[in-house]
């Protein structure tokens, strides 16, 4: 039969009792999907550069069944694609077990960090595991310039990652990787972890980690209701058992850094002067050299990070002859983002007197930066500081690491794990102090010491090959002990045992 039998002629006149399903879907369009499209073409021409706009668009990006109004916005965005995901054979045969891993996966933050560091790691190991591998976002809120700045593998495993269904089972472990306070009954807005009650799961495992010297009440109760309460260091270990969690409960499970990602044999630096804002000081240029020694520090703004302590020790030790500056990547906590006016406040108060030369510089860098951008960040810098009053495990210490910089920072808690004499420059705390708000206010952190931060800076930077030796040896000791595949095997190990144990 030909195609073109059922088809009315092009000047054949339309009645009531004879419109085909074009002409009527075609009325539909005009009088109301139409009007729908302006309207929302209207509304994302206002919200095209808004937060809540690229949101949407994220959520969309994670949703396997997007509603109508996700598809629209995603129809209207010419920017942003769902990314492909790579299309993989179909196993042989299934696992037989689930792993979910809940964690803030689109935040950019801490834990947002490690969580992306575990299962980049899990996922290149357990091909022939088994288990199969799932996330799900749970935890703080999603961050759009985080997505934006993955690598394109990364967003296609996440995409891929999230959409592999687990059962509500004895045949899922669920990894709750957040703070305490996240999980069930969450204390704010959040995706419960584990998503239902405890006993469905073949286990339920908290991981997380604090920066004080113990865990509060509350928290501990919520670690003893998991099955296993997974923390990075012997630091915690000890806190946790002597706070009250149940030894039996609390195992070591490292932190991996991705050796390969922090190569420095693979980036060219950051041009610093491109992302950076003058604070105090002015340019200077080292003695017989064309460019600047160069510390860098990162962190969120916060009392914890120890940046007054920086500050003090870098502005009473060096002026605008040395040659040196300062760099800060940072950004809000609780706060807003003036920190050009808060760095200018605190040297104003803080009764140190400019030297006769001019203050050495500081600059801060308050933008973005990518994580694909992060290694050339660290390949610009000659030293990286981060003399903090704790760390639950310190990210930006081990990345410098792994991409050779000489690290000076605090000696006591999460970094106690790896800082050594030999890899790194340890700064002793001067004193242990109190918490004076916030959640853990009354508990204990370090204090560091200003005057020994003074002596470290100053050494580093005039022991150019004692620094670069010690580099060498932080990534070789990165490598060794914290590579992916490292950890990953100890990962698999732990989690076959509990599979195992279950079946008994």
């Known amino acids: ?41 209207a509304i994302s021409l206002t919200l095209n550069n808004t937060n809540y706009y690229k949101t949407q668009l994220l959520k969309h990006t994670f949703s396997s069944n997007p509603n109508l109004f996700q598809t629209i916005f995603a129809l209207l965005s010419p920017t942003q694609q769902k990314p492909r995901i790579k299309q993989s054979p179909k196993p042989i045969s299934k696992p037989p077990y689930c792993v979910l891993w809940m964690a803030p996966f689109l935040s950019g933050g801490g834990y947002s960090s490690e969580s992306w560091s575990y299962i980049l790691a899990l996922h290149e190991h ?17 961050s759009v310039e985080f997505w934006e700045g993955l690598p394109g593998p990364t967003k296609n495993l996440a995409v891929e990652l999230y959409n592999t269904e687990c059962t509500m089972s004895n045949k899922t472990l669920v990894i709750c990787h957040s703070e305490p306070g996240a999980w069930y009954p969450p204390l704010f807005e959040t995706s419960p972890c584990p998503p239902g009650v405890y006993q469905n799961f073949k286990a339920v495992i908290g991981r997380t980690m604090f920066e004080t010297d113990r865990v509060n ?7 003893n209701r998991m099955d296993y309460v997974w923390v990075p260091t012997e630091f915690h270990v000890s806190t946790f058992v002597e706070s009250g969690v149940d030894p039996s409960k609390v195992v070591k499970i490292v932190q991996p850094i991705d050796v390969k990602f922090f190569d420095p044999l693979e980036y060219k630096p950051l041009n610093l002067h491109s992302v950076e804002s003058l604070v105090i000081g002015g340019p200077t240029r080292r003695p017989k050299s064309n460019s600047e020694f160069v510390f860098l520090s990162v962190f969120k703004w916060e009392y914890r990070k120890g940046w007054d302590v920086l500050l003090k020790a870098y502005l009473e030790e060096f002026s605008g002859v040395d040659g040196v500056a300062l ?40 933008s973005h930066i990518d994580q694909i951008d992060l290694p050339r960040l660290y390949k610009a810098a000659d030293a990286f500081v981060l003399p903090s009053r704790g760390e639950g ?50 508990h204990l952190w370090a204090e560091p010491s200003v005057g020994k931060l003074r002596v470290l800076m100053r050494r580093v930077m005039n022991n150019i090959e004692e620094a670069k030796a010690r580099g ?33």
């Not at 009440?217 to 670690?223: D, I, L, T, Y």
Request: glycine content about 4%.
């Open 1 to 41: 039969m030909d195609s073109h039998e059922n088809q009315r002629p092009l000047n054949e006149p339309e009645t009531n009792q004879t419109l085909s399903f074009t002409s009527k879907l075609k009325k539909a369009f005009a009088f109301y999907i139409l009007p729908l499209l302006i309207l929302f073409l």
């Open 126 to 142: 357990i091909k022939n595991s088994s288990f199969k591998l799932a996330i799900d976002h749970h935890g703080d809120l999603e």
């Open 217 to 223: 009440s509350e928290h501990v109760k919520r670690c």
């Open 327 to 366: 760099y800060l990547l940072t950004n809000p906590y609780h706060t807003d983002s003036d920190f050009g006016n808060k760095i200018v406040e605190f040297v104003e108060n803080s009764g140190l007197e400019k030297p006769v030369t001019g203050w050495a510089p500081v600059y801060v860098i308050d």
């Open 393 to 442: 495990w310190g990210r930006p210490i081990v990345e410098a690491m792994a991409m050779s910089l000489p690290v000076i920072a605090t000696n006591w808690s999460g970094p106690t794990e790896y800082m050594t004499e030999e890899n790194s420059y340890p700064l002793p705390p001067e004193r242990m102090s109190e918490v004076t708000e916030g959640p853990f206010r009354g």
């Open 472 to 504: 060498k040896k932080a990534r070789e000791d990165m490598i060794r002990k914290y590579s992916p595949d490292i950890v990953a095997n100890i990962l698999t190990d732990h989690i076959q045992k509990i599979l195992e144990k279950s079946d008994e």
